[in-house]
C-alpha cells in the first residue's frame, strides 16, 4: 500500500503550503495565510470577521492578528455594522483587489501549467478525487474546520 501520509507530505511541498509567503506586488508580501483571507473576503459580499474566521477554520484571535496586518498593508478595510457595532465588516481596498486578482492569477497559471502536463481524462480524474477526497474530509469527524 501507498505511504498516504508521504503522498501528501511531497503534496502540500510542491504546492507550496509551507512557504512562508505565497506571493505579493507593489513591495508587499502576503503569507499563504493571508493569501485565503483575501480570497474569502474577495469571493463573499460583505462578509463579517466571524464569518471569514469560520470559513478558514480559524480562531479569532489569530484571525484578529491576521486582519490587522492586512489593515496596516492598506488591502483590508475594517468596518464597523451600523446595526451591531460590535461586528465588523471586512471588504477590500483597491490595492487588495490588485492582490487579490494577483494572486488568483498567479495560481491559475501554476495550477493550469500542472495540468498541462495530463491528458484530459487524467485532468478530469485527478479534479474528480480531489473534489471526493474534500467531501469525505467533510464528513469527518477528526478533519478539518469548515470551508464556506
Given at each position: 500500500?501507498?505511504?498516504?501520509?508521504?503522498?501528501?507530505?511531497?503534496?502540500?511541498?510542491?504546492?507550496?503550503?509551507?512557504?512562508?509567503?505565497?506571493?505579493?506586488?507593489?513591495?508587499i508580501d502576503v503569507s499563504v495565510v493571508q493569501s485565503?483571507?483575501?480570497?474569502?473576503?474577495d469571493r463573499r459580499h460583505q462578509p463579517s470577521m466571524?464569518?471569514?474566521?469560520?470559513?478558514?477554520?480559524?480562531?479569532?484571535?489569530?484571525?484578529?492578528?491576521?486582519?490587522?496586518?492586512?489593515?496596516?498593508?492598506?488591502?483590508v478595510k475594517k468596518t464597523p455594522y451600523p446595526e451591531?457595532?460590535?461586528?465588523?465588516?471586512?471588504?477590500?481596498?483597491?490595492?487588495?483587489?490588485?492582490?487579490?486578482?494577483?494572486?488568483?492569477?498567479?495560481?491559475?497559471?501554476?495550477?493550469?501549467?500542472?495540468?498541462?502536463?495530463?491528458?484530459?481524462?487524467?485532468?478530469?480524474?485527478?479534479?474528480?478525487?480531489?473534489?471526493?477526497?474534500?467531501?469525505?474530509?467533510?464528513?469527518?469527524?477528526?478533519?478539518?474546520?469548515?470551508?464556506?
Open positions: 500500500m501507498e505511504n498516504v501520509r508521504e503522498l501528501f507530505q511531497i503534496l502540500i511541498r510542491r504546492i507550496g503550503l509551507l512557504n512562508k509567503n505565497c506571493c505579493g506586488i507593489e513591495g485565503h483571507i483575501l480570497y474569502e473576503i466571524q464569518e471569514i474566521a469560520e470559513a478558514l477554520g480559524m480562531d479569532i484571535t489569530t484571525f484578529s492578528r491576521q486582519i490587522q496586518t492586512l489593515v496596516e498593508a492598506e488591502l451591531d457595532r460590535r461586528v465588523n465588516i471586512l471588504s477590500l481596498t483597491e490595492k487588495g483587489k490588485r492582490m487579490a486578482d494577483f494572486i488568483d492569477d498567479v495560481t491559475n497559471s501554476f495550477y493550469n501549467e500542472i495540468f498541462s502536463h495530463m491528458t484530459e481524462f487524467e485532468r478530469e480524474t485527478v479534479l474528480r478525487s480531489i473534489k471526493l477526497l474534500n467531501e469525505s474530509m467533510a464528513k469527518s469527524k477528526r478533519c478539518c474546520g469548515p470551508v464556506g
